[in-house]
């Protein structure tokens, strides 16, 4: 079946530490990759995107994410996150419709 | 301006209610959904409709029914309220039915059943 796999589901950072956040997928043909971030009581934003062409996508707020085809893995980074970092953040993906991780809780203490 | 968004943005009912939720787009897409948060934050799609035509149903019970009268609009009409219908309901909409594009979410709608 098709899915998409967060493994890290709380992630407890100070500012100025560098954030990395675990995404798996598991179907073939094209691949459509997201990172959607939910900050507390809002609606999902999209962070960056990946359909084909650098593996190394940048996005807002000083987000990357690299896509891995051979590790199936699309991971985001931040260098130095700050404490408004502090959200859920969604991993997604799929051909036909988008589905999501469960989702990783980040919280970034000053 | 709003780009998706959802009437009401609380709604607090009792169980066996009807009760509907409205969804609207003013970006031109053709294409929408409807995706049900829980309170695990998990996102599950429920429904899409591609230029009013329904075109993902998911496994949803038949009491939630989607209504799609233009491609600009699509609500969301549940029957008989259930305690476990209580989650935030996320409409979201895409430039048409090719993933790679993404999608753009509305505020959400929080459904609380009592």
């Known amino acids: 079946a098709q899915s998409v796999s967060q493994h890290n589901h709380h992630v407890i950072l100070s500012e100025a530490a560098s954030l990395e956040l675990g995404c798996n997928y598991s179907y073939g043909g094209t691949v459509n990759l997201f990172w959607y971030v939910q900050y507390p009581g809002q609606h999902l934003q999209l962070l960056l995107k990946?359909?084909?062409?650098?593996?190394l996508v940048k996005g807002i707020k000083g987000f990357e994410a690299e896509f891995i085809k051979s590790k199936f893995s699309f991971n985001l980074r931040k260098p130095s996150v700050q404490w408004s970092d502090t959200a859920e953040y969604f991993c997604a993906g799929n051909t036909d419709k988008l589905i999501f991780g469960t989702g990783t809780r980040l919280q970034v203490f000053p | 301006d709003t780009a998706v968004s959802q009437t009401p943005k609380y709604l607090v009912t009792q169980m066996g209610n009807d009760k509907s939720i409205k969804c609207e787009q003013n970006l031109g897409h053709d294409t929408m959904y409807w995706y049900k948060q829980d309170s695990k934050k998990f996102l599950k799609i429920m429904f899409s409709y591609n230029n009013k035509e329904l075109i993902i149903n998911e496994t949803v019970p038949n009491r939630f029914s989607p209504k799609s009268p233009d491609k600009a609009h699509l609500n969301l009409h549940i029957n008989s309220l259930e305690l476990g219908d209580s989650a935030v309901y996320f409409c979201a909409s895409s430039p048409d039915r090719v993933v790679n594009y993404g999608y753009t979410f509305g505020s959400g709608t929080r459904l609380t059943v009592v």
């Open positions: 990946y359909f084909s062409g650098d593996p």
